[in-house]
C-alpha cells in the first residue's frame, strides 16, 4: 500500500483531515486502521513524519496515550500527489485523484492554475533520441471520431489528422488535386468515375490500403445505416474493385460535385477490417492511415502519436496530448510565460485573457451563429411577419453588448466572405428594411404583430464560455419584454443533434461548421438528419429547396454552382427559414519555437505541419 493510502486511513481516527488536528492514539489503534503490526505501525510512522504529513509525540510510561498531529490536509496531500501524476505523464491519474477524493473548488482551481505550466512543447532527450510532445488544453472530450459522424469543428479537424481521403484540395487555389488516388478518369457523361490508388498506403493497424477499403468505405457513407447525409443522396448506382488498386463508382446520373465530395473529411478511408469492431470502440480509436494514430482516448486525455509510415512523410511532432480540463470552458487562461518561455501555441478553443497582446492569427471563423424556426406545425411561427419580428428582437449587436467589436461580426451567410457581400448589398439596394434593425434598440421595437397564447421552446447547447445559452436567454429576455415568453431549453451536443429533440423544439440556436467548400458545405448543412435546417423547412419550402439543389449538383460549371448556391442560401434567409446572427472572429498565438504554423478551415493549426525550431536557431 502507497504511503499516501496510509495517510488518507487516518480519517477512520480524525473523521476529517486538515492541518494542526490533533488526536491521542495507541500503535494497536493505528495497527487496526492500517491492519498491521505494531512494528509495521512505527515504520509507517517515521515515514510520514518524514513526508512532513504527520508529527508524533509518543505517551510517556506504559499505557498512555500518544499524540498524533495532522500537518497538512487531505486535499493538499491530493493536489501534490496529482501533480506529481502529471508530470510523470499520468494526468489521468492525477485527474482520478482529484475525483475519487471530491477536492473542494478551490483545490481544482489550484490544480488548473499550475497545469497552466504543462501545457506548451516538452522535449525529452539524450544523444540518441529526442522526443517532441504538443501538451494542449481542450474543454470537452471527443468520444467520437468516427468520420461519418463528424459534426463539430474539432472532430473535422481531427478527421484529417488521422485519416486520408481519395483526393484533397490544394492550399493555393482550392483545386481539387490526387492524394490516396493518384489518377482519376470520368467517361463523358461523368456517370463512370475510376479512382487508380497508390500503392504501399499504410493503415494504423500496418494493413496495406487497397480497393476493397474504398469500397467499404463509400458503400457505408452511401447506406442510411447513420441518417440521411448528403452522402445518401448520391445518385449511386454500383461501385466496384477492379482489382487490388482500381475502384470504379457508377452513378445513375451525371453528379458533377463527385470529386469535392471525395475530397471532404467525411469520406476519409478506413479498412474493411474495421467493420468487425463494435462501434463505441472505433470511435474512440479509429484506424486511420493519416499521419497520427489515437494512442489514447478518455474523458481526461486523447494522446496522438506519430505515425512513422506515413505515406507523405512522418510528422514531427512525436506526441500531441489534449489535456481535457473541463474547467476551462468557463475559466479564461492568461497569456503568461512559464519559466521564462511564452506558450508556443495557443489555439481559439481555450478562453483566454488578451493581456493587451494582439493574436499572432486572427481570422473570422468558418461558419456562423443562426436560428430557426420550427415550420412543420401549426401556430405562430407561420406568420412571415412575426418571424421578421422575432429576428429584429434577436438584434445581434446588443445580442453580444459587452464583448469587444472585434470578437464577432454581423452575419447574413453561413460563409463570412458571403457576408460582406450581402452586407454591401443590404446596405445599398432594395433590401435595406432588413438591415435597418441592427441600428434599433430592442427597446423601441414596434409591438410584435402576434402574441401567442403559449410560450415557445428554444432549443440551443453547451459551447464554450456557454455562448449559445447566453444569447438564448438574451433573447428571451427581450421577447419577455413584449409579452412573449420563450423557454430556453440547453441540452449537451450529443443529446441536441437527436432529431426528435430540433423536431419538438420551436426555434433552436446553433453553429454551422463550414469549410473552403462552400458548395459541399451548404449541401451538407441542407440534407444532414442531424443539422437543424431541413427539420424545421416547411414541405412546401424543403420542396422548392431540393429542386434548388438537384439544379446545384447538375450544374458543371464550378462558377455557376457557387453563385446558385448563394442565390439559394439568400433564399433561405428571405423566407425567414433561416435567420444568420454574426460569425466568430478566433485568435490564435503561437511564437518563434513553432515552424509550419497554418490554421486550417476549422480553426486549429495543422499538426502535421508543426515542428519545432532546433535550439540553435532561436
Not at 62 to 71: E, F
Not at 496 to 514: G, K, M, S, Y
Request: a negative charge; hydrophobic letters at 35%.
Amino acid at each position: 500500500m502507497q504511503l499516501s493510502e496510509h495517510f488518507f486511513n487516518l480519517k477512520k481516527l480524525f473523521g476529517k483531515l486538515e492541518s494542526q488536528i490533533s488526536q491521542k492514539t495507541t500503535l494497536q489503534e493505528l495497527g487496526t486502521i492500517w491492519n498491521c503490526t505494531p512494528r509495521n505501525v512505527k515504520w509507517i510512522i517515521r515515514r510520514l513524519c518524514t513526508a512532513g504529513w504527520i508529527t508524533w509525540s509518543p505517551g510517556r510510561g506504559r499505557g498512555n496515550h500518544s499524540t498524533l498531529t495532522i500537518l497538512t490536509s487531505e486535499a493538499e496531500v491530493v493536489l501534490t500527489l496529482a501533480q506529481e501524476a502529471t508530470t510523470k505523464g499520468r494526468f489521468h491519474d492525477g485527474i482520478r485523484l482529484l475525483e475519487e477524493h471530491d477536492v473542494d473548488d478551490v483545490t481544482r482551481g489550484r490544480f488548473a492554475n499550475w497545469l497552466e505550466g504543462q501545457y506548451g512543447y516538452r522535449v525529452d532527450r539524450n544523444e540518441n533520441y529526442q522526443r517532441d510532445t504538443l501538451r494542449l488544453p481542450f474543454y470537452r472530450s471527443m468520444p467520437n471520431l468516427d468520420p461519418i459522424c463528424t459534426l463539430r469543428r474539432t472532430e473535422w479537424h481531427m478527421a484529417r489528422q488521422l485519416f486520408d481521403t481519395l483526393v484533397t484540395t490544394s492550399d493555393e487555389d482550392d483545386e481539387i488535386i490526387p492524394h490516396v488516388a493518384y489518377y482519376w478518369e470520368t467517361d463523358n457523361m461523368e456517370t463512370t468515375w475510376t479512382f487508380y490508388i497508390r500503392k504501399g498506403i499504410l493503415f494504423h493497424d500496418n494493413t496495406e490500403l487497397n480497393a476493397k477499403d474504398v469500397v467499404y468505405t463509400l458503400k457505408r457513407l452511401t447506406s442510411t445505416n447513420f441518417g440521411r447525409t448528403e452522402w445518401t443522396e448520391l445518385p449511386l448506382d454500383s461501385i466496384q474493385a477492379l482489382g487490388l488498386y482500381c475502384v470504379e463508382i457508377r452513378l445513375k446520373r451525371p453528379y458533377h460535385l463527385l470529386p469535392q465530395l471525395l475530397a471532404s473529411p467525411r469520406a476519409s478511408i478506413l479498412p474493411l477490417s474495421s467493420s468487425i469492431l463494435s462501434p463505441g470502440e472505433f470511435a474512440r480509436f479509429p484506424i486511420g492511415s493519416g499521419p497520427f494514430r489515437v494512442i489514447e482516448n478518455n474523458n481526461v486525455q486523447i494522446v496522438l502519436e506519430a505515425f512513422p509510415a506515413y505515406f507523405w512523410g512522418r510528422a514531427q511532432l512525436d506526441l500531441v496530448e489534449i489535456w481535457i480540463i473541463p474547467e476551462t470552458r468557463y475559466r479564461p487562461l492568461p497569456l503568461q510565460e512559464m519559466a521564462g518561455d511564452s506558450l508556443p501555441y495557443i489555439h481559439p478553443f481555450q478562453l483566454h485573457t488578451r493581456n493587451n497582446r494582439p493574436p499572432d492569427i486572427e481570422k473570422v471563423e468558418a461558419g456562423c451563429t443562426y436560428m430557426t424556426f420550427q415550420l412543420n406545425k401549426p401556430g405562430p411561427l407561420q406568420s412571415s411577419d412575426f418571424r421578421r419580428w422575432l429576428c429584429h428582437a434577436a438584434n445581434p449587436l446588443h445580442m453580444n453588448d459587452g464583448l469587444s467589436d472585434h470578437t464577432y461580426s454581423e452575419a447574413y451567410s453561413f460563409f463570412p466572405e458571403w457576408s460582406k457581400i450581402a452586407d454591401r448589398i443590404l446596405e445599398n439596394e432594395y433590401m435595406n428594411d432588413d438591415r435597418s434593425y441592427l441600428k434599433t434598440q430592442s427597446a423601441f421595437l414596434a409591438p410584435p404583430p402576434y402574441h401567442p397564447e403559449q410560450s415557445l421552446s428554444l432549443l440551443t447547447y453547451h459551447i464554450l464560455d456557454d455562448s449559445l445559452e447566453r444569447n438564448a436567454r438574451w433573447f428571451s429576455e427581450q421577447c419577455a419584454k413584449h409579452g412573449i415568453k420563450i423557454n430556453v431549453e440547453v441540452r449537451e451536443y450529443e443529446e441536441f443533434i437527436r432529431p426528435e429533440i430540433i423536431d419538438a423544439a420551436d426555434l433552436v440556436l446553433a453553429n454551422a461548421v463550414v469549410d473552403d467548400n462552400p458548395v459541399i458545405s451548404f449541401l451538407r448543412l441542407m440534407l444532414d438528419d442531424r443539422h437543424v435546417v431541413r427539420r424545421h423547412l416547411s414541405p412546401e419550402i424543403y420542396q422548392h429547396l431540393s429542386a434548388r439543389l438537384r439544379k446545384i449538383e447538375n450544374e458543371p460549371e464550378l462558377h455557376n454552382r457557387i453563385q446558385m448556391t448563394w442565390e439559394t442560401e439568400q433564399w433561405l434567409r428571405n423566407t425567414r427559414a433561416v435567420f444568420f446572427l454574426y460569425h466568430l472572429n478566433q485568435s490564435t498565438y503561437y511564437d518563434n519555437r513553432l515552424i509550419g504554423m497554418q490554421t486550417n478551415a476549422y480553426g486549429w493549426a495543422d499538426f502535421y505541419r508543426l515542428a519545432l525550431l532546433p535550439s540553435k536557431h532561436l
